[in-house]
């Protein structure tokens, strides 16, 4: 029954505002297909894409795992 550690900087916003009937489960920053977390959560970090293995290309295309970005954002918090 252990709470999760957080972090004191995402304690920064106000519970119970006008925004508060908004989904807190939406991520603000936009996220790739590859990643985990959105990025700059507490307890990620990025990593090289295991798809383009950090040349952000797949083939000819875009890698559609990290979209182009060469890295991927994933849980690092409590290994
Ligand atoms: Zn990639």
Redesign the pocket.
Known sequence: MNRKNTSPGASDQPAGGPGAGRAPTEPAAPMAP?DEAPPGAPGTGEDT?P??HGT?R?GPRE?P??EGR?T?TVNIGGA
Do not use: F, I, K, L
């Open positions: 590859g894409c798809r383009c952000g797949d890698c795992e990290c060469g991927v």
